[in-house]
């Protein structure tokens, strides 16, 4: 092995039900007032909503809800949250959602605890990242991987710039995964979460470096059970235990340990980041694309 350096501190809670654990996860953190950072409405058509903000009610803990996060995350929804934390003296953000309204929360979380700051300069690297809000997610798409790790993307809406910014501030403090909150999406959505997870480990597995053996091996497994659970996925989403394989291999792929003791080479994803931006395509869709 290669020298290195790993760090995932994010609590996983996984399984189906996990959800109804939200609100404790939230107090066990420090939580008092949480913002529910969510995307359209099959959050709340699904009857999700309503049990993640009874697991609040039922901790104590008090709650806001902010809608309206789309792919490709706006930073105008981005301050609008900051907006509203400020004025609802907000103390942790909890994303209810896939890797666009995490990533959104994590931008909110941010920008809430440093609000003298533009918040867009963080991610042209311009300011370092000093302090955050804590941030909970409660994950309902496998692909991103932003529920462990320490990334966030983020589009700017008047140039339609896409960047991302890495900083362990912005890991989140806990990942409930329940796999049964996937079966309900459609093939196409599935198809490009299965590219996003795999290009999370190849731009990381085609590099120059050699001597990581079980790095190479670790990744390797996780790319073939992809390969393998993504077929079956698409032919049956109410497959459980595929559905669960999946789920956990898209934050594995993204926290960092298919890629130890080698640099990462992010090509592809930051191509496919400027198509997404400029003709709104789903990541996977320009991802695969590029690759």
């Known amino acids: 092995?290669?020298?290195?350096?790993?760090?995932?501190?994010?609590?996983?809670?996984?399984?189906?039900?996990?959800?109804?654990?939200?609100?404790?996860?939230?107090?066990?953190?420090?939580?008092?007032?949480?913002?529910?950072?969510?995307?359209?409405?099959?959050?709340?058509?699904?009857?999700?909503?309503?049990?993640?903000l009874a697991s609040l009610d039922r901790a104590g803990v008090a709650h806001v809800e902010l809608g309206g996060v789309v792919p490709n995350p706006r930073l105008s929804k981005?301050?609008?949250?900051?907006?509203?934390?400020?004025?609802?003296?907000?103390?942790?953000?909890?994303?209810?959602?896939?890797?666009?309204?995490?990533?959104?929360?994590?931008?909110i979380a941010l920008g809430a605890a440093?609000?003298?700051?533009?918040?867009?300069?963080?991610?042209l690297g311009k300011r370092p990242v000093e302090r955050t809000l804590p941030v909970g997610a409660v994950l309902t798409i496998s692909a991103a991987g932003s529920e462990t790790s320490s990334s966030a993307v983020l589009t700017r809406d008047d140039t339609l710039e896409k960047r991302g910014l890495t900083s362990e501030q912005?890991?989140?403090?806990?990942?409930?995964?329940?796999?049964?909150?996937?079966?309900?999406?459609?093939?196409y959505q599935i198809a490009c979460g299965v590219v996003d997870i795999m290009m999370h480990t190849l731009d990381r597995y085609f590099t120059c470096v050699t001597g990581n053996l079980l790095t190479d091996e670790i990744a390797q497994g996780l790319l073939r059970t992809v390969i393998r659970c993504g077929a079956r996925a698409l032919a049956d989403p109410c497959d459980l235990q595929t559905m669960s394989e999946l789920m956990w291999a898209g934050s594995l792929s993204h926290n960092g340990l298919t890629g130890l003791g080698a640099p990462k080479?992010?090509?592809?994803h930051q191509l496919g980041h400027e198509l997404s931006a400029r003709f709104d395509f789903a990541h996977g869709a320009t991802l695969s694309a590029v690759w």
Not at 36 to 46: D, L, N, Q, T
Not at 114 to 123: I, M
């Open 78 to 107: 981005v301050r609008e949250g900051m907006e509203l934390c400020r004025r609802e003296g907000v103390d942790f953000l909890l994303a209810v959602g896939g890797g666009s309204v995490i990533d959104s929360a994590k931008a």
């Open 170 to 187: 912005i890991r989140p403090r806990f990942a409930v995964m329940d796999p049964e909150l996937t079966c309900s999406l459609p093939p």
């Open 114 to 123: 440093e609000p003298e700051a533009d918040l867009w300069d963080f991610w």
């Open 265 to 268: 080479d992010f090509a592809v």
């Open 1 to 52: 092995m290669n020298d290195f350096q790993y760090y995932t501190p994010t609590k996983v809670v996984f399984g189906r039900g996990t959800e109804e654990q939200a609100g404790q996860l939230v107090k066990e953190q420090g939580g008092t007032r949480a913002l529910v950072h969510f995307g359209g409405r099959s959050a709340r058509e699904s009857g999700l909503l309503d049990r993640v």
